[in-house]
């Protein structure tokens, strides 16, 4: 497996909501990460908004995963995290997400918070091993933060 990481560009926004709908289902979502539809306009105005924050990885051409981040003043957020199922398993969700927590520090934003998928089955379990901090928040969502330490 040869992954290759780059930033999301406006000519890959079918490519993505394709990725994104084929694990949009309990058991297909990355790590109980929330999946919200998505149109080509959603993700350019994600873009314009917060450039040169979102990631796909794809493996010989073929975009294998993909995740979806901005901000909420000094915080960064993944919105969506989405890893094909011929690559999921392979680290490559983390992969994803240290990248992206990268380019968020980098932007001086040292904490970071997702939103999980109601109904994933221990959608806590992938993130509180990853040391993130989980809790029930924003009603029945569960959600989790990663607070970076600023040296």
């Known amino acids: 497996m040869s992954v290759l990481l780059s930033e999301l560009q406006p000519t890959e926004f079918k490519e993505v909501i394709a990725l994104c709908a084929s694990c949009n289902t309990a058991s297909g979502t990355a790590e109980g990460v929330r999946l919200d539809t998505s149109s080509p306009a959603a993700l350019a105005k994600l873009l314009a908004h917060f450039p040169n924050l979102s990631i796909v990885a794809r493996d010989e051409g073929e975009m294998v995963g993909v995740i979806l981040c901005g901000t909420s003043g000094n915080s960064g957020l993944m919105h969506q995290l989405a890893i094909s199922p011929s690559h999921q398993n ?12 990268g380019k968020m520090h980098r932007k001086g934003l040292y904490k970071s918070r997702i939103s999980l998928r109601p ?27 990663d607070y970076a330490s600023v040296q």
């Open 90 to 101: 392979t680290g490559l969700d983390r992969q994803l997400i240290d990248e992206a927590l």
């Open 119 to 145: 109904g994933s089955p221990n959608p806590h379990a992938f993130w509180e091993a990853a040391t993130w901090q989980t809790e029930a928040v924003e009603g029945e969502i569960p959600c989790a933060y």
